[in-house]
């Protein structure tokens, strides 16, 4: 069996080809599928019965399904969704002045397990196809009657680790006969795999890039993120700036203020230097507290002063807003803590006995 929104809208016409669907009917039941969003073949009105009997032989439909939708007081709405298989993905949704921007996952997990992140705390669980990827933005849209303007892909998992699946989601994104959403829309942040960054720059669309850097010495990079040890900052940095070249996009670097850890002034003029003259700004994200990861003071003492180092040195500096901290929103919080949930309700039901 075929999942249908796993294919890319060539991969399909191929498919429907192969299947015996002319053109012009290959055409119809993608428009069926992607902008009328009706998922049975059976409901398809200019699909006979025959044919739809054969399609429901080949392929399938299968969104995923909202399993948990929590709301914040401040708009942002998180999704967890089930999968066909029984994972659990998370994304979230969040209002803008532009509209609402939607966070979406690309694995399961997460294997670059970065000290301060929720989501690689228990490893990789498997990578998102392509369909569960547009997949959580169809059924966050559906669900909650939102116009979603913009996509990021900064939820669960390392895009740049499930890179081919990732490149057939933009596909299936950007393309006008699939979500159709402009590709200046769609972010995809990457903790730094290189090989991918200087694919990704091959590739050379317009969907812009973030980088996780969140540190300027390689010693102290390596110990928040392992992925440092096999791509350091100098090799980064070269693959940003060939990305730069080839594109001519801006990058976006995104640094979290760890109180104690990399918020001094001196992490503030390194970081000046590091991006002296490149193409970029810089996105200051106050860090999320998780279990484990324990900090001392205050995370928004130092935000103004890193603020205006970058700034004196002409580099283009935003502040992150934080929302949804009362819902888990941050960083693959709520996948894990409904994973807790879950473990600790089969703890429980040990030895109970079912009725
Ligand atoms: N793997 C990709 C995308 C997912 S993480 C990446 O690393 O970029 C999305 C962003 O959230 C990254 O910038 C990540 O470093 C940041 N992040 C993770 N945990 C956080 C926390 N506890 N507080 C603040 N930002 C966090």
């Known amino acids: 069996m075929i999942e249908f929104l796993d294919l890319t809208i060539e991969q399909a016409k191929e498919a429907l080809n192969d299947a015996g669907f002319p053109r012009y009917k290959a055409n119809q039941i993608l428009d069926w599928v992607y902008k009328k969003e009706v998922y049975q073949f059976e409901d398809m009105t200019n699909i006979s019965k025959k044919d739809a009997q054969i399609l429901v032989d080949l392929f399938s439909i299968r969104l995923p399904k909202v399993a948990l ?10 999704y967890l969704m089930e999968l066909a298989d029984g994972n659990m993905v998370e994304c979230v949704l969040m209002d803008y002045s532009y509209g609402t921007s939607i966070c979406i996952s690309s694995q399961a997990g997460c294997r670059m397990n970065c000290s301060f992140c929720a989501s690689g705390k228990d490893g990789l669980e498997r990578n998102l196809t392509p369909g569960e990827m547009t997949g959580q933005i169809i059924s966050a849209g559906r669900y909650s009657g939102r116009k979603i ?7 669960t998992g390392e895009p740049f680790d499930n890179y081919s699946n990732f490149i057939n989601f933009l596909e299936l994104a950007t393309s006008p006969e699939g979500l159709g959403i402009g590709q200046r829309r769609i972010t995809v942040s990457t903790c730094g795999i290189v090989p991918a960054i200087y694919e990704f720059a091959d590739y050379d669309s317009q969907v812009n890039l973030s980088i996780s850097l969140h540190e300027t010495l390689d010693e102290e990079r390596s110990s928040i993120m392992p992925v440092n040890r096999k791509y350091p900052i100098s090799e980064l940095m070269k693959a940003c700036r060939y990305y730069i070249k080839k594109t001519n996009r801006r990058i976006s670097f995104e640094y979290a203020l760890i109180p104690g850890k990399n918020d001094s002034r001196e992490d503030a003029l390194r970081l000046a230097q590091l991006l002296k003259g490149m193409l970029c700004y810089v996105n200051i994200i106050p860090v999320n507290r998780i279990d484990g990861f324990d900090y001392r003071g205050n995370p928004t003492e130092n935000t103004r002063m890193f603020y205006d180092i ?29 994973a807790d949930k879950v473990r600790n309700r089969n703890q429980h039901g040990k030895g109970q006995g079912t009725k």
Do not use: P
């Open 69 to 78: 939708e929590q709301k914040s007081k401040d708009g942002t709405t998180k």
């Open 149 to 155: 303007a913009r996509v990021v892909v900064m939820g």
């Open 310 to 338: 970058l700034g004196n040195h002409d580099i283009h500096v935003t502040v992150r807003r934080e929302l949804g901290n009362d819902i888990d929103a941050a960083c693959g919080q709520l996948r894990r803590s409904h």
